[in-house]
């Protein structure tokens, strides 16, 4: 069972950054699709981004594609998402997943291919 372990949320103003860690339980991380959600108040959790482990391919939602960057280190067994000009719209709960399945082709944005989730991370941005 994967354990992951999300950090690095906070209150941001509007135009900041913050950066989220997820750290996973074990090494058979380093095979997995990882991603990050977000869900607001009142709303379902949507996709934000993901990185495919045995390559790095990335993916982003179109609303954080050019100021979010997910990464990862396997040394760590952790996966970054540097946000950067937070907008208020950005205000979510933020929880990271991993999919098992290590070669599924894109996209890799549907909730039920996630095998394991955190327990999510609040980030605030202020206007």
């Known amino acids: 069972q994967v354990q992951l372990v999300e950090s690095g949320g906070g209150v941001v103003q509007a135009g900041g950054s913050l950066r989220l860690s997820c750290t996973a339980s074990?090494?058979?991380?380093?095979?997995?699709?990882m991603a990050w959600f977000r869900q607001a108040p009142g709303k379902g959790r949507e996709f934000v981004a993901a990185?495919?482990?045995?390559?790095?391919?990335?993916e982003y939602v179109d609303s954080v594609r050019g100021r979010f960057t997910i990464s990862r280190d396997s040394a760590k067994n952790t996966v970054y998402l540097q946000m950067d000009s937070l907008k208020p719209e950005d205000t979510a709960v933020y929880y990271c997943?991993?999919?098992?399945?290590?070669?599924?082709?894109?996209?890799?944005?549907?909730?039920?291919?996630?095998?394991?989730w955190g327990q999510g991370t609040q980030v605030t941005v202020s206007s």
């Open positions: 997943a991993a999919d098992s399945i290590a070669f599924r082709l894109r996209p890799w944005r549907n909730v039920k291919d996630y095998d394991y």
């Open positions: 074990e090494r058979t991380f380093s095979s997995y699709i």
């Open positions: 990185i495919r482990s045995i390559d790095d391919i990335a």
